[in-house]
């Protein structure tokens, strides 16, 4: 019994292995390849662009037209468009002949009859518009809401903030649900199953399904990260943290922060940056020109121009000599966060104009470097 069991689970894995592959978008030599986390080329570079693989394929263009490739490189619709989206949800939008439409994986045109004007889908949803309403479709072209609202924002993770015509924000789910009811002056993203929200100029907390948390004495509050249970909130013209409560937890002494990742937080006191725990404690002391977030073992410094990494000692691991493509206080304000710094135990780097990817002991993947490159991408 236990060997078919363990003949069970071997065929089982490899199935999983099968179904997944792990792919960056890199060019080299003016042409568009991708590789594999051992630095292998498994698609040959020669296509004029590509994007990062969505949906299971990758948008690639070749001569002038635009297809979409598979995992193997092969071809799951030959270049054919002159214009075109990634895939989401077995949908993109592409353009050929100046028109555009909706089609499936096999490249059969989708006739969608409530789509005047196309929308990319994002989270299996699309926008739909009449006059001067905005409503929702599914990947199906079903109307899952009726063209009523003033807009709907991009969604993320299945959520996305959205306003009545009189002005009023609330939150909607890419099912159609409306999660938060549209009752407040101004809200965040939907993250932790809280919203940062204000029901006026004066007065600000947290939005959740059960109605509103007020955050005595906030000025403004930041969206939560995902794996944050605080966030960044401002009193009096200082920085401190709430939880999901509203209630402050680090109580405001900084001039800025960044949000916390995987229990610290980078924090700035006017002249320097440094790092803290979860109980407001100096990790790093402040000694850096910035610092970006704390991820598998190591956080990412910035000295005078160039950025390295440290361990949480405060111990260089990897000189300060790259340029990185940091998050940055700008792209979280306005609500744009990408992930920086290691993943799966790579962290994309700049050095004299081209980029890599470093292993955590400093060494370069593949002892290569790109004209460009972007993050490694499952492919499912």
């Known amino acids: 019994m236990k060997q078919i069991l363990t003949i069970i689970l071997i065929v089982f894995l490899g199935m999983q292995q099968g179904f997944s592959q792990t792919l960056a978008m890199v060019r080299e030599?003016?042409?568009?390849?991708?590789i594999n986390p051992k630095g292998e080329y498994v698609i040959t570079p020669k296509y004029r662009k590509g994007n990062s693989f969505s949906d299971g394929v990758a948008l690639v263009l070749e001569g002038k037209k635009w297809g979409y490739i598979q995992a193997d490189g092969e071809w799951a619709i030959t270049p054919q468009f002159d214009k075109a989206k990634d895939f989401n949800t077995g949908v993109a939008m592409v353009s050929k002949d100046k028109r555009w439409m909706y089609i499936d994986k096999q490249g059969k045109e989708l006739k969608y009859a409530t789509a005047e004007k196309l929308y990319p889908f994002v989270d299996g949803v699309a926008f739909i518009r009449e006059g001067d309403s905005v409503g929702l479709m599914n990947a199906k072209g079903e109307v899952i809401v009726k063209p009523q609202y003033r807009v709907i924002k991009r969604f993320h993770n299945g959520y996305a903030k959205f306003?009545?015509?009189?002005?009023?924000?609330?939150?909607i789910d890419n099912k159609g649900t409306v999660v938060i009811k549209p009752e407040y002056e101004g809200i965040g993203k939907f993250i932790n199953g809280v919203a940062r929200a204000n029901t006026d100029e004066f007065t600000y907390g947290l939005a959740t399904k059960d109605g509103f948390k007020k955050t005595e004495g906030a000025t403004k509050i930041w969206n939560f990260s995902p794996d944050g249970k605080y966030t960044i909130a401002r009193k009096e013209e200082l920085i401190g943290f709430i939880d999901v409560n509203g209630k402050w937890v680090i109580e405001p002494k900084f001039v800025k922060a960044k949000p916390f990742r995987n229990g610290y937080a980078a924090v700035y006191n006017g002249e320097q940056w440094g790092l803290i725990d979860e109980k407001?404690?100096?990790?790093?002391?402040?000694?850096?020109?910035?610092?970006?977030?704390?991820?598998?073992?190591?956080?990412?410094?910035?000295?005078?121009?160039?950025?390295?990494?440290?361990?949480?000692?405060?111990?260089?691991v990897i000189a300060?000599?790259?340029?990185?493509?940091?998050?940055?206080?700008s792209g979280f304000f306005k609500g744009i966060v990408q992930e920086k710094g290691f993943i799966n135990g790579l962290a994309k780097v700049k050095l004299n104009k081209k980029w890599g990817f470093l292993t955590p002991d400093g060494s370069v993947l593949g002892n290569t470097w790109y004209e460009d490159a972007k993050v490694f991408v499952t492919i499912k």
């Open 29 to 34: 030599n003016g042409v568009v390849g991708y």
């Open 280 to 316: 407001g404690a100096i990790v790093i002391d402040y000694i850096y020109v910035d610092i970006d977030a704390y991820k598998e073992g190591l956080v990412p410094v910035r000295v005078e121009k160039l950025w390295g990494f440290i361990n949480l000692k405060g111990e260089e």
């Open 320 to 329: 300060p000599k790259y340029g990185i493509t940091a998050s940055g206080l």
């Open 163 to 171: 306003s009545t015509h009189s002005g009023l924000w609330g939150i």
